[in-house]
Each structure stands twice: as structure tokens, then as C-alpha cells.
């Protein structure tokens, strides 16, 4: 079992956020699974300019950083952890930025089969919205949600509990390939969706109007 941690706090390791994290880490390590840790910050993280060439051939980018290497390592992982401050309601932005660059992911669906779990801190304690839009961006990439935490700062006990709970659902989901037939309902229409697009710009998206092929979607 792999598990990737994305921790987009700029404080690494003295984040809230990340700390908060290590606990969800720590509730899967009684299935030994192998764990790594990419902090965002250490990166070089560009805008996406939407020249679409992830979508012409799959995962090529014109941009030469780091975003490439971290999706491979996504794509690599049986569960992603997705640890963000909340800073005005929102992921910051080199987490925003890496997602947005995953678009690939969302036309081909290919965190299929996989899991990902949440977590947020924040001063305001106001983190539905955030936690929402995680949850969001799993099911359009074909991810299932395990579910998510969030704190106001500073932690308490009680939420460092309920980090590692995640933590243990979230691996034994993954052990167990738990099945959320309404999340699944929903990634289901999203592909459905999303294959009619497929078939419109064929032409344009060779390599993802492919992927749809060799998969049998269309």
C-alpha cells in the first residue's frame, strides 16, 4: 500500500496543517504502508497555461518544473492525502496551482481505483468549503473519498484523535477497496460526461481520445 502526503503549508513542519497530517500518517501505519512526504514549498510550481498539450500526449507538459514529478507520484500511490491551510476559504494557492495543472487527470479519470483523504487548519475553524472542494476534485479525477479533518488553531487533543481515526479508515479503505455507491454514482456521470467531450475533440486530444479507446469507455 503507498500513501503520498501533499502538504501545501509553507511552514512545513511547523504547519498546524502538517502536524495535524502526521496523525493521519500515523493511524495507517498499522498496515505498514509505504508512506512519502512532498512538501509543495520545495518545489518549483508554474502556472497552468491551458496549451492543452497534456491532453494531445498523456502527462506532457511545455512547462519545465516540478508539477510533472509530483503527478507521477499520485499516480504512483494507492491513497493521496491532501493537507492545505485554509486561507480565505480556500487551498493555497501552489496547491490550487498543482491541481489545476492536473487536468489530464480529470478528462481520463485516472485516479480511479484510488483513495484520498483531507486535511485543513486554519484560524477561523470555518473549513467546510475547503474540505469540500477536496472532496470535490476526488471525484472528478475518480477518486473516492475516505473523508477529512480539520481544526482551528491551535490543535487540540481531540482533533489529533480524530486524525489518526482517519488515518485507519483511510488505509482500510484502501485495503478493503471500500465502495461509496454514491460516490461512485457520481464519478460514473462525470466520466459519462466527460466521454462525450472526449469524442468531440478527438481530433485535438489524440492521445486521451486513446486512452478512452485501449480502456474500452467508448
Known amino acids: ?3 503520498v502526503l501533499i502538504s501545501a503549508s509553507p511552514r512545513k513542519e511547523k504547519s498546524n496543517t502538517f502536524i495535524l497530517a502526521k496523525e493521519v500518517l500515523r493511524g495507517c501505519a498499522n498496515e505498514s504502508a509505504d508512506t512519502r512526504i512532498i512538501h509543495l514549498c520545495d518545489l518549483s510550481i508554474d502556472f ?19 508539477v510533472p514529478e509530483v503527478l507521477n507520484k499520485m499516480l504512483e500511490a494507492d491513497g493521496i492525502i491532501l493537507a492545505s491551510p485554509n486561507y480565505i476559504n480556500q487551498i493555497t494557492g501552489s496547491m490550487k496551482t498543482l491541481l489545476d495543472r492536473s487536468a489530464h487527470f480529470i478528462h481520463c479519470k485516472r485516479l480511479l481505483d484510488k483513495y484520498i483523504a483531507a486535511v485543513v487548519s486554519s484560524g477561523s475553524g470555518y473549513d467546510e468549503d475547503v474540505l469540500g472542494y477536496i472532496k470535490y476534485y476526488s471525484h472528478t479525477c475518480g477518486a473516492q473519498y475516505s473523508g477529512g479533518v480539520s481544526s482551528r488553531v491551535p490543535l487540540s487533543e481531540e482533533k489529533m484523535q480524530e486524525g489518526y481515526r482517519l488515518g485507519v479508515k483511510f488505509a482500510a479503505d484502501i485495503k478493503e477497496k471500500k465502495a461509496y455507491p454514491e460516490q461512485i454514482a457520481f464519478i460514473n456521470e462525470g466520466k459519462r460526461r466527460f466521454g462525450e467531450v472526449i ?11 486513446k486512452y478512452w479507446q485501449n480502456k474500452g469507455w467508448l
Do not use: V
Not at 469524442?199 to 481520445?209: Q, V
Open 1 to 3: 500500500m503507498k500513501i
Open 199 to 209: 469524442k468531440i475533440r478527438k481530433n485535438e486530444w489524440i492521445e486521451e481520445y
Open 48 to 66: 497552468c497555461t491551458h496549451c492543452e498539450a497534456c491532453h494531445k500526449k498523456l502527462l506532457h507538459c511545455s512547462i519545465a518544473d516540478s
